[in-house]
């Protein structure tokens, strides 16, 4: 059984929801988001409320059940609060700022790193080594932070690069002489 599916979730005051055919779309103050439901499991909308019930007892239907009803919380959490990644860029010389519709990176390449900022994103730097993404969509808001933090990992020695806010970086000694 799954514990995190038994739990109904609950639709705040302001946002509605509707199944149509094969789609859950909520829509909410910050926007709709949508998603295509599973056939292994069943949605059912009751007063305020969206219940996600395996279909049947095979175990794919038990798989499904807890990520769908965490699909669905995800859906309801973005279109009330959305969702904010915050990047920290550690290193001599690196900088982040948002020029238009791009983030600008300056990570000790020849060149600087032009990040184009997607549909439905929106990237803050409050300050040089700052940036905020923040959207509606989960998944696409960490989609987009990896990306970010792609083009220049945090390295074990000095620690420099990108990391997520509140990430470790395991640290390592340097050579001994």
Do not use: C
Request: glycine share 10%; hydrophobic share 35%; charged share 25%.
């Amino acid at each position: 059984m799954s514990r995190i599916g038994k739990k109904p979730v609950a639709v705040p005051a302001g946002v509605t929801a509707a199944i149509e055919g094969k789609t859950l779309s909520v829509k909410g103050p910050k926007g709709t988001l949508s998603i295509s439901l599973a056939d292994e499991v069943t949605y059912a909308i009751e007063d305020s409320a969206i219940s996600v019930q395996p279909a049947n007892e095979t175990k794919r239907a038990r798989s499904f059940w807890g990520m769908q009803r965490t699909l669905v919380q995800n859906l309801i959490t973005g279109v009330t609060e959305g969702y904010t990644k915050t990047l920290q860029i550690t290193g001599v010389g690196y900088r982040a700022n948002v020029q238009g519709k791009n983030l600008k990176l300056q990570l000790g390449y020849s060149h600087d790193v032009d990040f184009v900022i997607p549909e439905g994103i929106t990237i803050a730097t409050p300050d040089q080594t700052t940036v905020q993404i923040s959207g509606i969509d989960k998944q696409k808001v960490g989609q987009v932070a990896a990306e970010i933090r792609r083009w220049r990992k945090p390295e074990p020695y000095k620690g420099k690069g990108i990391k997520y806010a509140g990430e470790y970086i395991f640290r390592k000694e340097g050579k001994k002489k």
